[in-house]
């Protein structure tokens, strides 16, 4: 025997925790996350020698001190190194260097084949002071045997004891592999009973996930003496345990951020059988347990249900943590756990070594990795107690992790003070939180609140009468004649017995009509119901009579639509002499119009605005956007952004240009609206404005622009940018608020590109992030926005039940509010970042998914102007749509939201799209877009027997089939434009699909936008072939031989068809076996199918660099711990 190098033996398998720890090495080889660092400082009269010499005896007595992990074909094996080989070493360090022996200690990097698992260093700082430190990897040891190695370390070094051979470690896992297991219906029963709250779990706090990253830090919240003798008191007369409670408090209190009442939390187990207490090894199983949190429970109830659950969690301790998630379905996902991102553990409090004539203490040491997105410790300090939580600190803040934490300590407290109380009475959050959170949302009061929109414009008409107030084409309007165009129009209507409670249709073209018309209706006292033109006759009809309308104005352009009501040609009232005007005033009660919206449901409701409602925001936007505007308005009157532009500019006595359908659909004539009138605001949908910006060119058009305001969809994450290249002299807005509260609620003004948000209130509005209890949510979590103010309208015309959902009594403060159904939270610059609807959130293959947050990520990709996500018919994938730069990449973008995103999360497919389709409105036509999935014929999956590119043998005929599959056209000519012989750019990713389908090449979506013909698109398939090898064959058959299945589509995810992680690293060794060349198995866990195999071969095949290797043990050590660092970074 070789001295030094292990003894050849036989090799027993590993234990589960063991192959699963194996396995991460394997997936990270510079990680130190399962590195277990002890240490402690002794004082005293030290003999190192002697305790040299217990280590040794030490390392005798547990054998799987002395692992060494070997591997054949793929899978782990054992054997064992000499006892002479881990003997401990003393050196001196300088006191300056403790904490930096520590972190060095904390971020080591062990190869599990070629180099000890343990290792015992004393350091010598002093005569009389010491450094003894151990680090070993996590598959030889666990917190009990920590325990065990160094009790016995000081015990042998007293020689208080005879360290004989401790029982084994490879009988544990024999038995382990045979006895342990549930039984079948047992299994079954419990992965269902996980099934539904993981499928439903938010991540982590309950925020989407920014980046990946396993950097650690810790943050530690103090237990005085009193709360924690509370916590033992209770525990005691609840019979039940510490550990109980503090694990239901951290579930509550997760409930109260995730606002889910299903909290699915891990824990530890140690699986040590009595046979088994005094063996050092690998004991612990992370094993999930479910607390299912009811608000009306009493504090004593629920902590009885949460100990159930833990004892419940207990029977399940043998389950081997991938044998779960095989049985739940869960993929894997890069950085995170399959099952639960949160782990709670319990330390009952320090352990206390002795030695004859030593002061020893235990050490900290700095955290450098988090394992979850957050790990909470519970540790018994004596007669104190602390919750230490150890967190990601890519993902969240300091300050975030404290004020968890901190409301995590609030919650114990009311659990074991109050055992009678609801849960639903806790207050979580101090007095001075929720005094933040409402200055945050009070938006203050508003000037010049009481003035009403019509007496207004009066005003101005008497004080500026030839100033323009609307101008059209060639037509302006000044204000004399506008005041006594809407006079006549309110005459003519009072003669018709219209007044306060009368509804008015306003049916007109985009003209100054339009403005009188509407104008005319509110000096009559009425409501006018804004109507759109090119709405079905069968639509307008039904929304008129819903709203039970007196007439319908009109203009020459509208008149022949079928209302079935009388008519009042607005436009013929023009010029026509107005006799004095005696109008009792409209009360601020009455209402002021009616607008319809279909919400979230389809079916149109009319929300019902009052004079006082309308007064109070339109004094708002005289309060945000002072002076007197030139507005160029371009959304419909039936719109509800139109108010904000038309009633906004009128009262302020600016100008308001009336763009025509025309100009809507042609961004360039939008521009030169802008130019010609010297526009200084403009409001339209992101949409819209990103097609303006990108015609702009270097802005000189836009020059006059002061806002440029966008309204109505979510603000693309690229908007600022683009809006600041071309106009860096213009403010750019978002405005968010829906109808329900008179147009707006809140705006974020940039003056530069920065985090994309809705801002704050709008004044005279108050704004509240709430959980599903209507209870105030803590700062920086997702809640549900809910308005108060003077903008909250009277409710949806004729539907009581409606109304009385939608518009509540606010918990707190009993003031009337408006439910958006909009998920929000307050970001750490006290601004609300919006996150998509609560009915966006969908069901992918049973997992929920929030379309928001998938939309945001790949909106924020490089290159993307755009995006849009939606599910497919069948609820299985997730279908993306961006606009994007040419250079844009979808396999790459593909792969960076499968990094960060778990598998139902990731869309499957990515259509690049010149320009998304539109509504009327401006917005993205989601509707549309769902008939292009529908639309696009799904890929013949080709056997991976066959080449991974069939040869093009006949181009011509196979791009003609294709064009012919997509428009049911034959016999075109090779230079017919597909756009002129039925084809539009929503069909163009199904003609992508179509062409690979028939010529089994992919060409570039971006490049059959310029490539428009036949002939044009022959050479585009001819440029991407290239020749075929036998590389998709070879991984096909190691696929094969991995899972005994042939014939498997090569777009087949590996996980999907009976893989899962244990046999990745077997299908490595298949690969290289196949094809020759090694690739990294941790590309396998990320390229899954024999597509992306393939070309992962491929790019293997390149020679690699030799790596730098150095003798210095130190150096080398430090130089390891330096990389992992930058990869948990």
């Not at 629920?302 to 991938?322: D, I, K, Q, T, V």
């Not at 992790?401 to 959050?429: K, Y």
């Not at 009581?800 to 707190?812: E, I, L, Q």
Request: net charge negative; proline share 6%.
């Amino acid at each position: 025997m070789v001295h030094g190098r292990p003894t050849a033996a036989a090799s027993p398998a590993l234990s589960a925790a063991q192959h699963r720890l194996w396995l991460a090495a394997r997936v990270e080889p510079d990680s130190f996350e399962f590195t277990v660092p002890w240490a402690a400082r002794v004082h005293g009269a030290l003999d190192t020698g002697a305790l040299a010499a217990a280590w040794t005896a030490v390392v005798r007595r547990h054998a799987e001190l002395r692992l060494r992990v070997t591997e054949h074909a793929g899978e782990p094996g054992r054997a064992e190194w000499p006892v002479e080989r881990l003997a401990a070493r003393v050196r001196v360090i300088d006191r300056k260097d403790v904490d930096e022996e520590l972190r060095l200690a904390a971020s080591r990097v062990f190869d599990l084949a070629e180099e000890p698992l343990a290792e015992l260093e004393i350091l010598r700082i002093g005569p009389l002071e010491h450094l003894v430190l151990l680090t070993a990897h996590h598959i030889v040891t666990d917190g009990r045997s920590v325990h065990l190695i160094t009790t016995g370390l000081f015990r042998a070094y007293e020689g208080r004891t005879d360290l004989g051979s401790a029982p084994s470690y490879v009988d544990y896992a024999a038995w382990e592999a045979t006895s342990s297991r549930p039984a079948a219906d047992k299994l079954e029963a419990r992965i269902e009973e996980l099934r539904v709250p993981i499928a439903d779990r938010p991540l982590g706090l309950g925020e989407p996930r920014p980046v990946e990253g396993k950097r650690g830090a810790v943050v530690r919240v103090p237990l005085d003496a009193g709360l924690w003798a509370a916590v033992r008191g209770a525990a005691s007369d609840l019979r039940t345990t510490p550990q109980v409670i503090g694990m239901a408090a951290l579930g509550l209190t997760l409930r109260r951020y995730t606002d889910t009442r299903d909290i699915v939390l891990g824990g530890t187990m140690d699986t040590r059988t009595a046979a088994y207490a005094d063996t050092v090894g690998m004991f612990i199983n992370p094993t999930p347990v479910r607390l299912r949190v009811e608000d009306d429970q009493t504090a004593a109830d629920y902590l009885g249900s949460a100990h159930r659950a833990l004892l419940r969690a207990f029977l399940f301790r043998h389950l081997p943590f991938e044998e779960l998630v095989r049985g739940l379905g869960s993929a894997p996902a890069s950085g995170r756990s399959p099952v639960f991102q949160v782990l709670f553990n319990y330390v009952a409090g320090p352990s206390h070594l002795t030695a004859a004539g030593l002061d020893i203490t235990e050490v900290d040491f700095p955290v450098e990795v988090s394992k979850y997105d957050m790990t909470m410790w519970l540790r018994g300090l004596g007669d104190t107690a602390e919750l230490a939580a150890v967190y990601r600190a890519e993902q969240y803040t300091e300050a975030r992790i404290e004020q968890f934490t901190t409301h995590l300590r609030a919650v114990l407290t009311s659990l074991v003070t109050d055992p009678t109380g609801r849960l639903d009475d806790i207050a979580m959050l101090a007095a001075a939180e929720v005094e933040r959170l409402v200055a945050l949302g009070d938006g203050g009061e508003v000037a010049d609140a009481d003035a009403l929109v019509a007496d207004l414009i009066t005003s101005v008409a008497a004080t500026h009468p030839d100033r323009a107030a609307v101008v059209h084409a060639e037509e302006i309007v000044d204000y004399r004649e506008l005041d006594g165009w809407s006079a006549v129009i309110a005459q003519r209507l009072r003669g018709q017995g219209v007044g306060a409670g009368s509804t008015v249709g306003v049916l007109t073209d985009r003209s100054p009509a339009m403005v009188a018309a509407a104008l005319g209706v509110l000096r009559a006292g009425a409501a006018y119901v804004p109507l759109d033109p090119a709405h079905p006759d069968e639509r307008l009809a039904a929304t008129l009579a819903d709203a039970a309308a007196s007439c319908v104005l009109v203009t020459e352009a509208t008149a022949s639509v079928a209302t079935g009501l009388p008519t009042v040609r607005a436009d013929k009232e023009r010029g026509a002499p107005a006799e004095p005007l005696d109008l009792p005033a409209p009360d601020r009660s009455d209402a002021a119009y009616v607008i319809y919206t279909s919400g979230t449901t389809g079916e149109p409701k009319g929300v019902v605005v009052e004079h006082g409602q309308l007064a109070a925001s339109t004094a708002a936007r005289r309060a945000v956007y002072p002076g007197a505007p030139v507005f160029l308005h371009v959304s419909p009157l039936a719109f509800d952004s139109s108010m904000a532009g038309l009633w906004g500019t009128l009262t302020a006595g600016g100008t308001v240009v009336v763009a025509d359908g025309d100009d809507v659909r042609d961004p360039e004539r939008l521009l030169a609206l802008v130019r010609r009138h010297q526009v200084t605001d403009l409001l339209c949908v992101p949409t819209l404005y990103a097609l303006v910006l990108s015609r702009a060119g270097d802005g000189t058009a836009l020059r006059s622009l002061r806002r440029a305001i966008v309204a109505g969809e979510a603000l693309p994450e690229a908007l600022p940018r683009e809006h600041f290249a071309v106009a860096p002299n213009a403010a750019l807005v978002n405005e968010y608020g829906p109808t329900e509260t008179t147009v707006w609620a809140s705006y974020r003004r940039y003056t530069e590109p920065g985090p994309i948000d809705i801002g704050g209130p709008v004044p005279g509005t108050r704004l509240s992030v709430v959980d599903s209890r209507g209870a105030l949510s803590p700062h920086g979590a997702i809640g549900e926005l809910r308005i108060g103010g003077a903008g909250v309208s009277r409710g949806y015309l004729g539907r009581d039940a409606d109304t009385a959902r939608a518009f509540v009594t606010d918990r707190r403060t009993g003031e009337r509010v408006y439910r958006t159904g909009d998920r929000v939270r307050w970001s750490d610059a006290g601004t609300l970042e919006f996150l998509g609807r609560a009915d966006q959130q969908v069901k992918i293959r049973g997992h929920r998914v929030e379309l928001g947050a998938v939309e945001t990520a790949l909106g924020g990709l490089d290159g993307v102007r755009a995006a849009a996500v939606l599910p497919d018919a069948a609820g299985a994938r997730l279908v993306g749509f961006v606009v994007a730069d040419p250079a844009f990449d979808t396999a790459a973008a593909q792969r960076r939201l499968a990094e960060r995103f778990p598998d139902p999360m990731a869309p499957r497919t990515l259509h690049v799209l010149a320009e998304f389709p539109c509504t009327p409105n401006g917005k993205v036509d989601r509707a549309a877009l769902g008939d292009l999935i529908d639309a696009a014929p799904a890929p013949t999956p080709t056997s991976v027997a066959a080449p991974a590119a069939a040869a093009v043998t006949d181009d011509a005929s196979q791009v003609a089939a294709a064009w012919s599959k997509i428009l049911g056209k034959t016999d075109l000519p090779v230079d017919a434009n597909f756009f002129d012989v039925g084809g539009h750019s929503l069909l163009v990713p199904a003609l992508q699909v179509a062409i690979q389908a028939e010529t089994g090449t992919n060409v570039s979506i971006v490049d059959l936008f310029t490539a428009t013909t036949i002939a044009a698109q022959i050479e585009l398939v001819r440029a991407a072939a290239v020749p075929a090898d036998d590389t998709a064959t070879q991984v096909a058959a190691a696929w094969s031989k991995i899972l005994g299945k042939t014939d498997l589509p090569v777009d087949a995810n590996f996980f999907d068809v009976g893989g899962h992680s244990l046999l990745v690293p077997a299908l490595q060794v298949a690969l290289e076996n196949e094809t020759g060349t090694s690739v990294s198995i941790v590309d396998l866990f990320t390229a899954t199918t024999v597509t992306a195999q393939t070309e992962l071969v491929r790019a293997a095949a390149a020679p690699a660099a030799a790596p730098e290797e150095t003798d210095d043990r130190r150096a080398r050590m430090a130089a390891r711990s330096r990389r992992s660092a930058g990869a948990a970074r």
